[in-house]
């Protein structure tokens, strides 16, 4: 993936480096994926208070330094940030950029205390992508996931989706509909959120190269990586990785073959609304 001659956002606040502040119990990989199967990619830590409990506390917002981050892992977050704004900044009306802050271990958000554990996540109620960038290790050595640039990014174009639903109202409308329904109802609806995200970073790695001259853009072997990162957080590759039987309504997030089927369809089109599939197939 072409990125280092893209434009820098310079909206990204990192507090990596300030502590981790009260950080609960639990850990190894086996907690981990079993968080993981509930919040990886964007859920909103209030919905799953009961599933990571062992990773959430309580902790005050730190003030972190903001522009664009000196070293490249987190140049790299703004500068795919700041061409993820650029193309839905001309694809969707009214389209304000999310804030985004790098930490590590742990940090207070509006949504609770977040941890590293539980995978890079977007939290709505102050509209913010909370990335530790240390993840990408995990992700790629623990989970089977592609360490290639546009891997990377494809969880942080994900992340920037859940933003975009929540700007759309589409968030708050599978919210209201899951208050009148059961779990596994619930969960499909879940499911279909988590899937047009994928979809919307498809959308966003069709449309990079033409919003920034070029300078960021997709090579050779890129949609490859994030197809093999899809499919290593899919639910089900999730669940068997915890040593469980597979329980397709218990998915939060889509199978490994639908998150590798929407995340494939918004590259091919590069039209949101062809985002819309997941919810069309309630």
């Known amino acids: 993936m072409r ?5 820098s956002g310079g909206g990204t606040e990192d507090r990596r480096g300030l502590g981790a502040g009260a950080v609960a119990g639990g850990g190894g990989i086996v ?9 990886f990619l964007g859920v909103d830590p209030n919905t799953t208070q009961s599933v990571a409990g062992l990773f959430i506390g309580q902790g005050a917002q730190e003030r972190g330094t903001m522009g664009t981050p000196a070293d490249d892992a987190g140049r790299f977050v703004d500068v795919v940030g700041a061409n993820v704004n650029d193309v839905w900044a001309q694809a969707m009306r009214g389209y304000t950029p999310p804030k985004v802050v ?23 109620t102050d509209q913010t992508v909370y990335l530790d960038l240390s993840f990408w290790q995990t992700m790629s050595e623990q989970l089977g996931a592609s360490d290639a640039d546009f891997a990377k990014a494809y969880v942080i174009a994900h992340e920037f ?27 499909r609806y879940s499911v279909a959120l988590e899937l047009q ?5 498809g959308v966003w790695a069709a449309n990079a190269a033409k919003v920034s001259g070029g300078n960021v853009a997709m090579e050779p072997g890129d949609l490859e990586a994030g197809l093999t990162t899809a499919k290593a957080i899919g639910d089900d590759t999730l669940q068997k990785r915890q040593g469980g039987r597979v ?16 995340l494939k369809s918004g590259y091919t089109s590069g039209d949101p609304t062809t985002c819309d599939g997941p919810f069309q197939d309630l």
């Open 3 to 7: 990125w280092k001659g893209g434009r």
């Open 31 to 39: 907690g981990i994926i079993a968080v993981l199967a509930y919040v």
């Open 102 to 124: 790098l930490y590590d271990t742990g940090t207070g958000t509006g949504c609770g205390y977040g941890q590293a554990a539980m995978g890079p996540f977007y939290c709505p």
């Open 161 to 187: 989706g859940h933003h975009v639903q929540t700007l759309s109202g589409a968030s708050q409308k599978v919210q209201r509909a899951q208050q009148s329904l059961g779990k596994e109802e619930g969960n």
């Open 197 to 201: 995200a994928d979809c919307y970073a």
């Open 247 to 262: 329980t397709p309504e218990n998915f939060t997030h889509g199978s490994s073959v639908e998150r590798m089927r929407w």
